[in-house]
């Protein structure tokens, strides 16, 4: 299996599951102003902080299903573009999940509540594993709504800026594949969602068309393997 298949996995992966990764974060404090800050800078803070956290709670409070457009950028550490990808995402919860990129190549990406199928068109090749074996020790587990592993994310900071309300989240975990991720509502709706790894490249996630708990077919998280391809792992 080639690079680009696990890279784009984690990144769709972690993408998703950090939306869904904010319901850790509605019980939280935002960040805290520096006690050298006048007290207006701290009543306007905590104004943001509390806008933030509000605008979180709202979206997550009621959210069971979501579907969007999105264009997807990777950039290096130097804040080079080193890819762009665009394509279309849907999920239900629990543990339901959609990601069809369809530029510059075609891999689809889905998960019915235990399995996860991820399909290379330009391969030909389909691997298939248990939903939580495959991202156990990922964020994507917090598309399960397991309180315990949703507790492993602090926000750090919520400010309002370019008129979205930010939400800035952090693993507890040394361990995670990536150090921080922000991202912005515009309502209840989610528009931009940034992640950092570790080797500080940044993914970038524009969503566009975003649509709050529509009605969607089952059929939607389930992925018959194409005749014809390899298929690794699972049944098939």
Excluded: C
Excluded at 199 to 204: C, G, K, P, S
């Amino acid at each position: 299996m080639r690079r680009r298949l696990q890279v784009s996995i984690e990144h769709a992966t972690t993408a998703l599951a950090i939306v869904i990764a904010m319901i850790a974060a509605a019980g939280a404090a935002g960040a805290q102003p520096s006690a050298a800050a006048s007290a207006a800078s701290q009543s306007s803070a905590t104004s943001d902080a509390a806008r933030g956290l509000a605008t979180l709670e709202a979206f997550l409070d009621g959210v069971r299903s979501l579907t969007a457009d999105f264009t997807q950028e990777l950039y290096g550490a130097d804040q080079r573009l080193l890819e762009t990808e665009t394509g279309t995402l849907s999920l239900a919860r629990p543990n339901r999940f959609r990601w069809s990129y369809v530029r510059p190549t075609e891999l689809v990406v889905v998960a019915d509540g235990t399995t996860l199928w991820m399909y290379d068109v330009e391969l030909s090749q389909v691997t298939v594993a248990p939903l939580d074996e495959t991202v156990g020790s990922s964020p994507a587990m917090l598309l399960s709504g397991d309180r315990s592993v949703r507790d492993g994310f602090d926000v750090v900071q919520t400010y309002t800026l370019d008129g979205l309300d930010w939400v800035k989240l952090a693993p507890k975990a040394d361990a995670s594949d990536f150090t921080s991720v922000l991202i912005g509502f515009d309502g209840n709706a989610p528009q931009r969602l940034e992640l950092v790894d570790g080797l500080n490249q940044v993914t970038r996630i524009v969503f566009a068309n975003v649509v709050v708990n529509p009605s969607l077919d089952d059929g939607i998280f389930r992925f018959q393997p194409p005749a014809g391809v390899d298929v690794i792992g699972g049944e098939g």
